[in-house]
C-alpha cells in the first residue's frame, strides 16, 4: 500500500494531462474537497453496520440491530452490512462491496494513509471480512443472505426494531452458488493483501477462506439465485457465475503468486467469457470488465509466461473496448456508454451511480497500469477500428470527471454524495435516516407505524446518511429528491465504495497541483454536524 515514486510520476502526468485537456476544452476544473469526501464516504459504511456496534461508532444515530441472526439455523451471523436502504444482508453485493473496498486500498492505500483515513479504511473491510468468516461454516457452505426483501420491504422500520424475518440462506454441494462464493473469495483474497501489513495473522486467515470458497464455487458450479429463490428479485445473477469464477481467481493470483491461478484464469477464457464479452458495464453483478482490466494488468507488468500472451492480449482487447465505451470513442455508436447533456455516464435508469462510480474507478486504475508500462506501445488505450486512441492521461481526464460530477459539477449544482457540498439529498430512501434516531426515541416503531408517520414525511430525514451515494439522476441529469422516488434517492454500499480510494488519490493530485485545484469549498453546518 505504498505509494511508489512511479505512482507519483503517473500522478503529476495525469494531472497535468486533465488539466490542459480542461484548457482546452475552455473550461476549468471544478474545485473539490476530496479529503472531506474521503473521510464522509468512509463514514456510510458505518451508517450502514448490523449486529452489535463498537465503542468506536461514530454515527451515533444507529444502534444494534440484528442480534439474533442465525439463531434459527444454529449459526451466529451476526454483523456485515445492510446493502442499502433496508435491512437485508445480501451477500453477492456485500462481498463486491468488499472487495471494491480492498482494492481502493491496494491501488490507493498509501494516499488514505496520508490524509489520516487507513484505519477507518480498513475498519470498513473489516467488518465484512469478520462476517463472511462467520457465514463459511464448512469448506463447502458459505450463508449467502440473512432476511427476506419481501417482508422486509412491507416494512419501514429501524433497524433497531426489526420485526422481519431474519431467515437465513445458505448455499452449499447441493444447492451450489458459484457466483456468491466466488465473489467472496475475490473479497477475502484482496482483504488479505490489504491487512498483509498491519494483520499479518488476520490475513492469512482471510487468505485461507478465500481458498476454500474458490474451490467450493469451481466444483460445485450453479447460479445462487436457482438455489435461493428469495434474492432472484433483488440481487440475481443475471451474468451468471464464470466472471466470478476468473474474477476470484485472479484476485487469488494477486494475492499468492501461485501460476495455477493464471492458468485458470487463460485455460477458461473463452469458455468463459473472458475474451469473449465485449462489456459495457461494471457492477456486483458484472464482473467481465474488472477482470479483462485486472488480467490487462499482467500483461503490461509482464507478469505472465510467454504462452499466456496471446489470451493476455484479448483480455486487454476487451478491457480497452470498456474503457473506450465509457469514453464514447468506440467506432458504433451503439458500443459507447451513453452520455447525459452534463456527462455523466448513464446505463440504466434504477441507481444508476453505481456504474458511474465503478466506471471512474476502473478508468482511474487502468491509467494508472497504462503508464506504468512506459512510453512504449503499451502506454495507450486503441479503441474500436484502431483509429482513435487514448493516452493515459485523457483516460485519467474520463475518470475525474465523473467523480467531479458525483460531487456537484453538474447542471444542477448538486452533490449526489450525501453530506457533502452545500447542496445535497436530503430524502433519501433510507429507513434508519428517515426515522428519529434510537437513543433519542427508544419506544418501538412499528411495521405499519413506519409508512404511516415517517415514509410520506416532506421534511428532509431526520438523519444524514453522511457518505452515501445516491442513484442519482436521470439520462437527462433530472433528479427529484423524495424518499418515495427509490430509483434515485437510495443508496447503496457499492456506489461508495470505489470512491474511498478515488477521493484519496484525487486529494493528493490536487495537493500536487498546487492551490488552486485544492481550493476548499466550506462545509456547510449541516454536513459538519452530521459527521460529528
Known amino acids: 500500500m505504498r505509494r511508489s515514486s512511479g505512482a507519483a ?18 473550461a476549468a476544473p471544478v474545485p473539490h474537497d476530496y479529503e472531506q469526501a474521503l473521510r464522509k464516504s468512509l463514514l456510510y459504511f458505518e451508517a450502514q453496520r448490523s449486529g452489535r456496534l463498537p465503542h468506536g461508532q461514530r454515527v ?32 453477492l453485493p456485500m462481498a463486491f462491496t468488499v472487495t471494491m473496498l480492498s482494492w481502493s486500498l491496494l491501488e490507493y492505500g498509501g494516499d488514505v494513509a496520508a490524509a489520516g483515513e487507513l484505519a477507518h479504511a480498513l475498519e470498513s473491510i473489516k467488518w465484512g471480512t469478520d462476517y463472511f468468516i462467520k457465514a463459511h461454516t464448512k469448506p463447502d457452505e458459505l450463508w449467502a443472505e440473512v432476511g427476506d426483501g419481501d417482508t422486509d420491504h412491507y416494512c419501514w422500520q429501524r433497524p433497531e426494531d426489526m420485526t422481519t424475518s431474519r431467515q437465513a440462506y445458505k448455499v452449499d454441494r447441493e444447492r451450489p452458488g458459484s457466483d456468491v462464493a466466488g465473489e467472496t473469495a475475490a473479497a477475502l483474497a484482496a482483504a488479505s493483501m490489504a491487512f498483509r501489513e498491519t494483520n499479518p ?52 493470483h494477486r494475492a499468492t503468486g501461485r501460476a495455477g491461478y493464471l492458468d485458470y484464469v487463460v485455460d477458461n477464457a473463452h469458455e468463459f467469457g473472458g ?56 467506432a ?19 441507481n444508476n451511480m453505481q456504474y458511474v462510480t465503478s466506471a471512474a474507478y476502473l478508468l482511474s486504475v487502468y491509467s494508472g497500469y497504462l503508464t506504468e508500462a512506459g512510453a512504449g506501445e503499451g502506454a495507450a488505450v486503441t479503441c474500436a477500428g484502431g483509429e482513435a486512441s487514448a493516452d493515459a492521461g485523457e483516460v485519467f481526464a474520463h475518470a475525474r470527471a465523473q467523480v467531479d460530477y458525483v460531487l456537484g459539477s ?10 457533502y457540498g452545500a447542496k445535497f439529498p436530503a430524502r433519501v430512501h433510507h429507513r434508519a435516516a428517515s426515522i428519529v434516531p434510537y437513543k433519542d426515541r427508544k419506544e418501538f416503531i412499528g411495521c405499519a407505524q ?12 431526520p438523519n444524514v446518511v453522511v457518505g452515501a451515494i445516491v442513484g442519482g439522476p436521470d439520462r437527462h441529469d433530472r433528479f427529484r429528491d423524495d424518499r418515495v422516488n427509490y430509483m434515485q434517492t437510495e443508496a447503496c454500499t457499492y456506489n461508495t465504495a470505489p470512491m ?33
Open 9 to 26: 510520476a503517473w500522478a503529476l502526468g495525469v494531472a497535468v494531462a486533465f488539466f490542459l485537456a480542461a484548457e482546452a476544452a475552455g
Open 60 to 91: 451515533a444515530w444507529r444502534d444494534h440491530s440484528g442480534l439474533t441472526d442465525g439463531l434459527e439455523q444454529g449459526v451466529d451471523l451476526v454483523g456485515g452490512y445492510y446493502d442499502a436502504g433496508d435491512h437485508v444482508k445480501f451477500g
Open 201 to 252: 495473522h488476520y490475513a492469512r486467515l482471510l487468505l485461507h477462506h478465500a481458498q476454500q470458497l474458490f474451490e467450493f464455487a469451481d466444483k460445485y458450479r450453479g447460479k445462487y439465485d436457482s438455489s435461493i429463490a428469495e434474492v432472484k428479485s433483488y440481487y440475481a445473477s443475471v451474468s451468471g457465475y464464470h466472471d466470478e469464477l476468473l474474477w476470484a481467481a485472479l484476485w487469488l
Open 275 to 330: 475474451t469473449g464479452w465485449a462489456i459495457t458495464e461494471f457492477s456486483w453483478d458484472v464482473k467481465y470488465a474488472g477482470v479483462q482490466i485486472l488480467a490487462t494488468r499482467l500483461l503490461l507488468r509482464g507478469e505472465h509466461e510467454e504462452r499466456h500472451r496471446a489470451t493476455l492480449e484479448g483480455y486487454r482487447a476487451k478491457a480497452e473496448h470498456y474503457v473506450c465505451a465509457c469514453m464514447g470513442r468506440n
Open 332 to 350: 458504433a455508436a451503439e458500443d459507447n456508454v451513453e452520455r447525459s447533456p452534463g456527462g455523466m455516464l448513464y446505463v440504466r435508469q434504477w
Open 410 to 419: 453538474n447542471p444542477r449544482g448538486i452533490s449526489y454524495l450525501v453530506g
Open 450 to 461: 413506519g409508512f404511516d408517520d415517517w415514509f410520506g414525511r416532506k421534511s428532509a430525514n
Open 500 to 532: 474511498v480510494g478515488m477521493f484519496a488519490m484525487l486529494n493528493r493530485v490536487a495537493r500536487e497541483q498546487g492551490p488552486s485545484p485544492a481550493a476548499r469549498r466550506p462545509e456547510s453546518s449541516r454536513s459538519t454536524a452530521a459527521a460529528e
